[in-house]
C-alpha cells in the first residue's frame, strides 16, 4: 500500500473510533466533568447556557452573519427529559423574539424523543414549529444517523404539511441523497446540504471523499437551480467555490441562497464571504451535552485531536 493510501486509511480508523466514542456515557461523564476539557471546547461551543449563546449570537448578527442556535442534546429516552427539550426549544423562539437576534434554530429528532416514539416527537415538533411560525421564524431539523433519515424526513414532510416554517438537512455522504432532495424538492422544502458527520457503512454512503464532494457538488446545483432558498453548508474552499461559480453563471442573485458555516471553524473564511456580500450563517451550539458534539468536530479534523490533547497536557503542567 502507498503511503498516502496507508495515511489516507489510519485516518479513516481514527474518525470510525472517534465516532464510536462519541456514544460512550461513561467517557462523556469524564470529559464533559473536566474543568480543562470545559474551557477548551469553548473553541467550539459558545457556552452552557442560552444566555451565553446569546451574546455569541448578538456578535455574529454585529458581523453581519446570521445565526442558527442549537440547543444541544440526543437520544434522550424518556418523555419527560424531551419534553424538556421542548420547552428549552420554545423558550429560545421566544428569547430570539425579545432579543431581536436574527437568528433561526436547529434541533435533533432524537433529543426530542424520536427514539420514544414516532407520533410523540411529530407532536412536540409540531408544537415548536408552530412557535416559531408564530414569532416569524424558521426550524431546521438536522440529520442524524442513517437508521434515523427515513424517519427523519417522513416526519419534516407531515409537519410542513401542516405549517410549513420547518425545513431540514440532506448529508451529500449517503447514496440517497439525491433521491431525497428531488422528493424534498417537490414539497418546496427549505434544505441543508452538508457532506454528513456520522459513522456510516460503505452500504450506505459513499467511503471516499472525493465521491462525497461530487455527489455535494450533484445535490448543491439541483438546489440552486430550484428556486427555493437553501442553505450550503460547508467549510471547504472547493465546494464553496463550485457554488460561487454555479450561482454566477445561472446569475442566481447572492440573496436567494445562504452559506452556512459551524461556530468557531474557519471564522476567516466566514468573514471573506460576508465581505463579499454574500449570506453567511454561524450555527451556534450550546448547552450542557456537548460531548457527542466535540467528538464529531474531532472526528472531522485528526488535527483537533491534536490541539486537545497538547491543551490538556499543557494546561495539567501549571
Ligand atoms: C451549518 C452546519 C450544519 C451541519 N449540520 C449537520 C447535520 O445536520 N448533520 C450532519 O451529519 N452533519 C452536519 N454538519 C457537519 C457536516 O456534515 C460536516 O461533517 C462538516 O461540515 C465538515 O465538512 P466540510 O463540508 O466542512 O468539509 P471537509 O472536507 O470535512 O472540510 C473542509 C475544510 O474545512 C475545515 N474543517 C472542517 N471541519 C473542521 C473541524 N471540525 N475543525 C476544524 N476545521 C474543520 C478544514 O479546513 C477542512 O480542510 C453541519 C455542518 C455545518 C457547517
Redesign the pocket.
Known amino acids: 500500500m502507498a503511503l498516502s493510501d496507508r495515511i489516507r486509511e489510519s485516518a479513516r480508523m481514527l474518525r470510525t473510533i472517534l465516532l464510536k466514542l462519541s456514544a460512550s456515557q461513561s467517557l462523556a461523564r469524564w470529559v464533559t466533568s473536566n474543568p480543562r476539557a470545559r474551557r477548551m471546547v469553548r473553541r467550539f461551543v459558545a457556552g452552557e447556557t442560552l444566555d451565553e449563546a446569546i451574546v455569541a449570537a448578538r456578535a455574529c448578527n454585529q458581523a453581519y452573519r446570521l445565526v442558527?442556535l442549537d440547543y444541544l442534546g440526543e437520544h434522550v429516552s424518556t418523555v419527560a427529559d424531551a419534553q424538556r427539550a421542548r420547552d428549552a426549544y420554545l423558550a429560545i423562539f421566544d428569547r430570539i423574539a425579545q432579543e431581536k437576534i436574527d437568528a433561526n434554530v436547529s434541533c435533533k429528532l432524537t433529543h426530542l424523543g424520536l427514539d420514544v416514539s414516532v407520533e410523540f416527537c411529530e407532536g412536540l415538533v409540531y408544537s415548536i414549529v408552530e412557535r416559531a411560525a408564530t414569532r416569524g421564524n424558521f426550524l431546521r431539523v438536522?440529520?442524524?444517523g442513517s437508521v434515523y433519515t427515513q424517519r427523519t424526513i417522513e416526519l419534516v414532510k407531515r409537519v410542513r404539511a401542516r405549517c410549513p416554517a420547518v425545513g431540514v438537512?440532506v448529508?451529500a455522504y449517503l447514496y440517497r441523497g439525491e433521491q431525497d432532495v428531488r422528493d424534498l424538492l417537490a414539497y418546496g422544502c427549505r434544505i441543508?446540504l452538508?457532506?454528513?458527520?456520522?459513522n456510516e457503512p460503505a452500504q450506505v454512503a459513499y467511503p471516499r471523499?472525493r465521491d462525497v464532494d461530487a455527489s455535494y457538488v450533484r445535490l448543491m446545483q439541483l438546489l440552486l437551480a430550484s428556486g427555493i432558498y437553501h442553505g450550503i453548508?460547508?467549510?471547504?474552499p472547493h465546494?464553496i467555490a463550485e457554488t460561487i461559480r454555479f450561482a454566477a453563471a445561472r446569475r442566481l442573485p447572492k440573496d436567494q441562497f445562504e452559506f452556512?458555516?459551524?461556530y468557531g471553524?474557519?471564522t476567516d473564511l466566514q468573514r471573506a464571504l460576508v465581505r463579499d456580500g454574500y449570506r453567511l450563517?454561524t450555527?451556534i451550539p450550546y448547552g450542557q451535552e456537548w460531548f457527542p458534539y466535540l467528538m464529531?468536530?474531532i472526528a472531522?479534523?485528526p488535527a483537533?485531536l491534536a490541539f486537545f490533547i497538547r491543551q490538556l497536557l499543557l494546561l495539567s503542567d501549571r
Open positions: 442558527s438536522d440529520m442524524e438537512v448529508q441543508r452538508c457532506k454528513g458527520a456520522y471523499k453548508a460547508t467549510h471547504d465546494m452556512q458555516m459551524l471553524i474557519r450563517r450555527y464529531r468536530r472531522e479534523r483537533n
